[in-house]
């Protein structure tokens, strides 16, 4: 089946991971619940896709995740008492969450890698492209990415991946790209995609983060990809055997991102997240600026 000229309408979330660098936070709430400023980060992931008119998500779950079912569902006795309290915005808030799209879900099973919760979105998705965001990227709403990675997908019928920029010595903590420029494009042709290589042994420092748009040529492959690095079913691996192969649906590209991103993947990180997007809200930042000074000040001393 041709996939020319379809366009992109799905989103998948894999969200079944168990967050065990939050714990003990995560023993009993998804990580993707955990807040960051004053939403649950699967909240900005979701907002990105419906931004894009990504409005049909699937969100790939496992065992102990039911309150993002709950997030993004209607409560009507919470609404009515925010009503009758004449609280507005905080009314609004909470139904902005419940109105973001059509979300569906459905288990993983088995913990077997981000290859595997990509292929429990077969039946959903179909044979149409779709993209892919993973909960620990979160990128600004102010900032153009996976429009121009959909873009990329209908222009080349293959399948797109991001990439950022890294410190060569950080390279080890990410998939990395061996591209190759495309002459009068903006984007990049991936040759190679290798799973956390060694620094000396890095292609480049162009590492892959969470958004990928995907052909379902993908599927196929990942129906045979055997366990990867962990003894896990690697996106990767399906990935590179798309790169290197010919035919409908094959060739990987690559755009880079040089936009603001949030990673909240670990402790660090996710407090690095909160406060940069806190300093930004028009609510806390100006609060949040005229403290910060004095009280680095003060580390100091």
Known sequence: MNTTNQTVRKAVIPAAGLGTRFLPATKAMPKEMLPVVDKPAIQYVVEEAVKVGLHDILMITGRNKRALEDHFDRVPALEATLADKGETAKLSSIQAASNLGDIHYVRQGDP??????????????????????????????????????????????????????????????????????????????????????????????????????????VFEVLER??????????????????AAGDGEGHGVYGVVFRGRRYDTGDKLSYLKACVQLAIDSDDLGPGLREWLPGFTAGLSH
């Open 112 to 217: 077997n890698g981000l290859g595997h919760a990509v292929l429990r979105a077969k039946q959903h998705v179909g044979y149409e492209p779709f993209a892919v965001l993973l909960g620990d990227d979160l990128i600004d709403a102010r900032d153009e990415l996976l429009s121009t990675m959909i873009e990329v997908q209908a222009k080349t019928g293959g399948s797109v991946v991001a990439l950022i920029e890294v410190e060569p010595s950080q390279i080890s903590a990410y998939g990395c790209a061996d591209i190759q420029e495309i002459d009068g494009e903006s984007y990049v042709r991936i040759n190679e995609l290798v799973e956390k290589p060694d620094v000396e042994d890095a292609p480049s420092n162009l590492a892959v983060i969470g958004r990928y748009v995907l052909h379902p040529a």
């Open 225 to 242: 990809t055997g366990p990867g690095r962990g003894g896990e079913i690697q996106l990767t691996d399906a990935l590179q055997e798309l």
